[in-house]
């Protein structure tokens, strides 16, 4: 793993916070390379980052320390009954989401940005939080590594739940 710094997103980043939503979306690469990045603009997915900075958004970065480069990025918002995430657990429970710059992936910058978001919540006294993964996705195995675990599972998603049990 390069020497990395986890920090908050800066509000000019917010350019790097739609290039990870796009990241975020998983499908196997075959699919992926068909997806327009138009589904961006869909409801059901611009609303994990449309109008950043509400109560309860919260955003890390991880970024090379030699290079300056941004790594990655894991992000966390509450949702509303009315209209939940694909992670949804409760108005209460922030569902995040993570992405890692394709080339960047497998070491160790996922996890840390996870168990550094899940303490920046834990040190509001947030200590539950959701994330929804594909079930064909291999990233629910770090998931479960950091302590997630599976509280709904249909033929293609699983939503996880760290902390709170």
Known sequence: MPAIAI?????????????MLWEAVYLPPEEKALL?????ETPEVRR???????????????????????????WGRLFTTDN????????TTPELSIAVIEGNRGQGIGGALLRDLNA???????HRVSLSVATANPAHRLYERIGYRTVHQDETTRIMVFGGF
């Not at 327009?36 to 961006?40: A, C, E, N, P, Q």
């Not at 939940?84 to 108005?91: A, I, L, M, R, T």
């Open 7 to 19: 920090r908050d997103l800066r509000p000019h980043e917010l350019g790097f916070h739609r290039q």
């Open 36 to 40: 327009s990045r138009d589904i961006l």
């Open 48 to 74: 994990y980052i449309e109008n950043w900075g509400r109560p309860g958004d919260r955003a890390r970065v991880a970024e090379d320390s030699t290079s300056g480069q941004l790594l990655g990025c894991a």
């Open 84 to 91: 939940p995430g694909y992670g949804f657990v409760d108005e």
């Open 120 to 126: 920046v919540y834990a040190s509001e006294g947030i």
